[in-house]
């Protein structure tokens, strides 16, 4: 192994001119004449590759001149600066050491593949320029998010993966049994005795971490859970997976207006580190994936985000001389279409806030109009909907009507409800789809090209 990174160099390039260097990594293309050839290697460190430069006075000339992609070798040779070419150096190689030959059915070869080839291919697309790229912003986005929040004095929690609470509906949620399901299952009333499962009840995989959350912003203040999501929807969209990742931050003492002011500062907080850290990726996404990107990320960064109410939205749809797919009602949610629109309208982020309540989790505080609940969405141009977030409901008496008129069992809820009767105070939180804000921080446009091995229905490779 060798200490040195092609990442070095290129950092610190000027440390190393016109001197021997000895780099190990894969071969990504090799071109050759009859006297002299050229090999653009990778040891993934860095999103750009070197070049070496090889001539006939190496012993094994014909040998490397064969190399296949994706070929191992190990590089020994001098650091050499180009000012006139593409590349700010080469290395003029003094010898090239052949580790290990590729197969010739290589499946990744010089040339354009498409997404979907790709998603065929999961276990070696991280290979490829694009996926290089989009798993490198993904790694500094996933570290800017634990930055901005260590910063400002959250407290990380490991909310659990298996439960038997509800927080988004149980129908989304993958349910967990130890059961033998070839065997007769146990009965109770004709339906499945779970009593007699690990549990002891029903159990679920979480579809979110936010009311385990709650109990610990009450005790820290400001928390935030960063992991894994599982929800069990069969739903093949450009946007769902049943697999993703969520970022969900819970404040004590804080009202909507102090948790729209989080939302904005967040995302920006993440949107700029990624492009000051990941230059050389949002360069190539913005040629090669989404023409604009860097221009469209900089607006962000200098937008003031528009708040509006759910009920000013729908009266702004419905003066829009536009025929509707969908038609914009009081009582529903915003459609694509309408995200769009809005985004556009204001030609920059809004925030929707303040939702009819009918169409909203029970958890969200009631407004004092009875109709309407401090719930927020945050919607981006060429994303629509990035983040969504709510005041909690923090009254009692409040909370479990809520629940009763939803059908909720208060039940199993009993320690959540407690935060309620010792010590209840304002409170908020909001989740943010890491893919999704991949999705829009890349262009890319679909979630299954964001994530490492995507989870859809019919895909579990």
Avoid at 54 to 60: C, G, H, I, R, Y
Avoid at 153 to 182: Q, R, W
Avoid at 327 to 333: F, I, L, T, V
Wanted: charged share 30%; net charge negative.
């Amino acid at each position: 192994m060798t200490d040195l990174t092609i990442k070095n160099l290129f950092r610190d390039t000027s440390d190393y001119a016109n001197k021997e260097v000895t780099l190990e990594g894969w071969v990504k293309t090799v071109r050759d004449s009859k006297t002299f050839g050229f090999i653009e290697l990778t040891d993934g460190s860095f999103f750009k590759n070197v070049q070496i430069v090889f001539n006939d006075k190496l012993e094994n000339f014909v040998e490397i001149a064969k190399l296949t992609i994706s070929s191992t070798i190990k590089v020994t040779g001098t650091l050499v600066i180009t000012e006139n070419a593409k590349q700010p150096f080469e290395i003029q190689a003094t010898e090239i050491v052949i580790e290990d030959l590729c197969d010739s059915d290589y499946p990744l070869q010089k040339k354009r593949h498409s997404f979907e080839y790709l998603r065929t291919i999961a276990h070696l697309r991280p290979r490829t320029n694009t996926f290089s790229a989009v798993f490198r912003i993904r790694s500094v986005a996933a570290f800017a998010i634990h930055e901005y929040f260590q910063e400002r004095g959250y407290v990380y929690v490991h909310t659990p993966i298996i439960t038997c609470a509800d927080c988004e509906g149980s129908a989304e949620m993958f349910k967990l049994t130890t059961l033998n399901l070839d065997e007769n299952l146990p009965k109770k009333d004709g339906k499945t005795d779970f009593s007699q499962d690990l549990f002891g009840r029903k159990a679920y995989i979480t579809g979110s971490g936010q009311l385990h959350g709650e109990t610990f912003a009450s005790a820290f203040g400001k928390i935030y859970t960063f992991g894994p999501t599982l929800r069990s929807e069969n739903s093949n969209t450009k946007t769902h997976a049943n697999e993703f990742w969520m970022i969900e931050p819970e404040i004590s003492f804080c009202d909507l207006d102090g948790l729209m002011d989080i939302e904005e500062d967040c995302l920006k907080y993440i949107v700029k580190t990624v492009m000051e850290r990941c230059p050389e990726e949002i360069d190539f996404c913005n040629t090669f994936i989404e023409k604009g990107l860097k221009e469209k990320l900089t607006k962000i960064l200098n937008s003031e985000f528009v708040r509006i109410d759910h009920k000013d939205a729908i009266d702004i749809l419905k003066k829009a001389d536009k025929e509707w797919e969908f038609q914009p009602d009081y009582g529903e949610d915003l459609a694509k279409e309408h995200e769009k629109y809005i985004t556009e309208y204001f030609n920059g982020p809004v925030f929707v806030k303040n939702w009819p309540k009918d169409i909203k989790s029970y958890y969200m505080k009631l407004n004092s109009d009875g109709k309407t609940v401090a719930a927020v969405d945050l919607e981006v141009p060429g994303a629509g909907e990035i983040m969504g977030g709510s005041q909690r409901e923090e009254d009692y008496e409040k909370l479990t009507t809520r629940m009763k008129e939803m059908g909720i069992a208060t039940e199993p809820l009993y320690w959540y409800l407690d935060l309620r009767r010792f010590g209840t105070n304002i409170h908020s939180g909001f989740g943010l789809g890491f893919e999704r804000l991949l999705m829009y921080i890349t262009g890319i446009e679909n979630i299954r090209d964001v994530i490492p091995y995507p989870r859809t229905p019919n895909n579990c490779d």
